[in-house]
């Protein structure tokens, strides 16, 4: 079993940074694809960034590309989200997800999510 606790959000104007943790305790993530979430009030959650388990292979969505960078350090059993150019629309709780499967991709372990909020 696999839990995953997100850290990091918080309140931040319009075009400000802040970078997610995500944190695994219970097993190594070394072997899992990670990958980032968001779910804004009154909408379905959404896909924001994925990463192999190497660190080699990482896709974002288009909203995010260029401004979001997805890393990891498997030594540290965490996986961060960077956010910069922040904008109003990014406010969402934000999280972390782990997939321990070669193929399809899904996801099987998640946090509990961390509020990131944007002002205008």
């Known amino acids: 079993q696999v839990q995953l606790v997100e850290s990091g959000g918080g309140l931040v104007q319009a075009g400000g940074s802040l970078r997610l943790s995500c944190a695994a305790s219970g097993r190594s993530l070394s072997a899992y694809a990670m990958g980032w979430f968001r779910q804004a009030p009154g909408k379905e959650r959404e896909f924001v960034a994925r990463?192999?388990?190497?660190?080699?292979?990482?896709t974002y969505a288009d909203s995010v590309k260029g401004r979001f960078t997805i890393s990891r350090d498997n030594a540290k059993n965490t996986v961060y989200l960077q956010m910069n150019s922040l904008k109003p629309e990014d406010t969402a709780v934000y999280y972390c997800a782990a997939d321990p499967n070669p193929a399809p991709v899904k996801y099987d372990y998640w946090g509990q999510g961390t509020q990131v909020t944007v002002s205008s």
């Open positions: 990463i192999s388990w190497s660190g080699v292979t990482r």
